[in-house]
Structure formats: C-alpha cells, structure tokens
C-alpha cells in the first residue's frame, strides 16, 4: 500500500491567496483527519470525518478554514484567504475500520509569506 | 481534552547507550502511539500499544493504561534514532492528542 498520500509537500504562497491541501488515504480507511503542527502549539486536531461526514471541526482555527471529503478517497483542506500565521506542516491521518490506530501522510509544509 | 507529557523534552545520547522516554497521560485512552519524526519531518509509526509490551528490533515499549503511563526503550542507539519522539493518545472518535516531544540526538 502507497500510505496516506498528501499533495503539495510543500507550498509557498502570498498572504491573502488561497491554498488547497489535499490528502488520498489509505484505501480501506474510514476515518480521516486534518492535523496541524507548529513549533508553538505542536501537533494539534483540526478536523476529523468518519465514513465522509465530518464528526468534529472544533479544531478548526477559524472561518478561513474548511475542509471536505466528496468521497472515501480525497480529502482537501482550504484555507482562504491565506495569512503568515497559518505557516506551519499540515499533516492528513487515516485509520482503518474497526481500529484506533492512525497512519500519517508525509506532511505539507506551508509557508505564507 | 485529556493531558500528555512526555520527558525528557530533550535528551543527548552516546552512540551506543540506552534509553527510556517516558509519556504520561491524563485520563483512559482506547489508543496510544509511539511515533518518531525524522529529520524530514516524516511521522514513522512505531508502536500502536493501548496497552502491554511490544518490542521491534533495538525498540520496545510498555503501556501501564491502569497507571496512566506508557515507556519507550531505545537499546544501543544509533545515529539514525536521532529525531523527536511523539507520544500520542486517543480517546472518544479516534482523535489523538499529542505530547511535545522528546527531542533525542545521538552523537558518534
């Protein structure tokens, strides 16, 4: 299996663009998730779907954000618009059916300028 | 939300030496996870362990869940051990919350 699958791995964008992450989980995997990391707060939850539908957005810092899920295999993050303190990696996880443990993709590193 | 510290937050080894990084945790968890984040920033599962003792080559660990507590041993460290290591536990759908990190460098 290819992993969890995250798209750019690395973007750079001006203060008020839009960008769009995207993540494929595994296949087989019911539940995704949205993480954020900072050298402040760390690995923190941003959003989680289960079977598609989006169970807690709590974590999500503000309006600028969404994320949706159209189907088992894509999941995309947007953040619009766009500011320097939204730099940070962005991380999507999925876990299989039935279980609690999570796989990582390899991460987005954002950087707004 | 349920509360995870991990020690120590940073930790210089020898090549060669052992070690045990610590994770406590606040409350009952369904889930606890071992990651280390390579220098490539890379999230590399390294032990999913609720509960009991596993153990992979020069690693192993042991989750005490009725303590609270879980431990990750490093046995004759090598360079490439270098990196962070994240203790993360889950509760409730799934979600997990992360510790900060025990940074470990191991020098030649």
């Known amino acids: 299996d290819a992993g969890v699958i995250q798209s750019p791995r690395h973007e750079v964008t001006e203060m008020g663009q839009e960008v769009t992450l995207r993540c494929k989980p595994i296949?087989?995997?019911?539940?995704l998730f949205w993480y954020r990391q900072t050298m402040m707060r760390g690995l923190e939850l941003l959003i989680y779907f289960n079977n598609n539908v989006p169970i807690d957005d709590s974590g999500m810092p503000e309006d600028r954000f969404s994320a949706k899920m159209p189907n088992a295999s894509f999941s995309t993050l947007k953040i619009q618009p766009s500011e320097p303190r939204d730099s940070a990696v962005y991380f999507c996880a999925s876990t299989p059916t039935g279980s609690t443990e999570a796989f990582f993709g390899q991460g987005t590193r954002l950087t707004v300028v | 939300g349920i509360q995870v510290e991990q020690s120590p937050p940073d930790l210089i080894l020898q090549e060669g030496a052992n070690s045990t990084l610590r994770c406590n945790f606040s409350d009952s968890v369904n889930n606890l996870q071992w990651f280390h984040q390579n220098p490539w920033g890379q999230l590399i599962n390294l032990f999913y362990i609720p509960s009991g003792t596993k153990q992979n080559g020069r690693l192993s660990a042991t989750t005490v869940a009725t303590e609270r507590y879980s431990l990750l041993y490093i046995s004759s460290s090598q360079t490439t051990d270098s990196g962070v290591y994240f203790c993360a536990v889950g509760w409730g759908n799934n979600r997990l919350a992360f510790g900060k990190g025990n940074q470990v460098v191991v020098i030649p």
């Open positions: 296949s087989g995997h019911n539940s």
